[in-house]
């Protein structure tokens, strides 16, 4: 078992910047890809970004390319979001999710932050 805890969240400007952070714990030696995923209001839930939990890989959603970056830290066992340029329609409830070695998907989510980007 894996269980992540996204904080970072919050309110900001358009044209600002937040940072979310993912700590996970529990069977991290099992981890494989990390990504970002996030749900607008009324809207289904969409990747924003992964990472190979040893590093490298890294991969974006096309509306996030050249304003997030995505990085781990394997002796703090997390992973952030670094989220730049930030336009209205980031808003959204951003959910950090794992896949596991022995998995094809992913399979734990953690409980979800709220980001609001006012115009």
């Known amino acids: 078992q894996v269980q992540l805890v996204e904080s970072g969240g919050g309110l900001v400007q358009a044209g600002g910047s937040l940072r979310l952070s993912c700590a996970a714990s529990?069977?991290?030696?099992?981890?494989?890809?990390m990504g970002w995923f996030r749900q607008a209001p009324g809207k289904q839930r969409e990747f924003v970004a992964s990472?190979?939990?040893?590093?490298?890989?890294?991969s974006y959603a096309d509306s996030v390319k050249g304003r997030f970056t995505i990085s781990r830290d394997n002796a703090e066992n997390a992973v952030y979001l670094q989220m730049n340029s930030l336009k209205p329609g980031d808003t959204a409830v951003y959910y950090c999710?794992?896949?596991?070695?022995?998995?094809?998907?992913?399979?734990?989510w953690g409980q979800g932050t709220q980001v609001t980007v006012s115009s």
């Open positions: 999710a794992a896949r596991v070695t022995t998995q094809a998907e992913y399979t734990y």
């Open positions: 529990g069977r991290t030696d099992m981890m494989f890809v």
């Open positions: 990472i190979f939990w040893s590093g490298g890989g890294a």
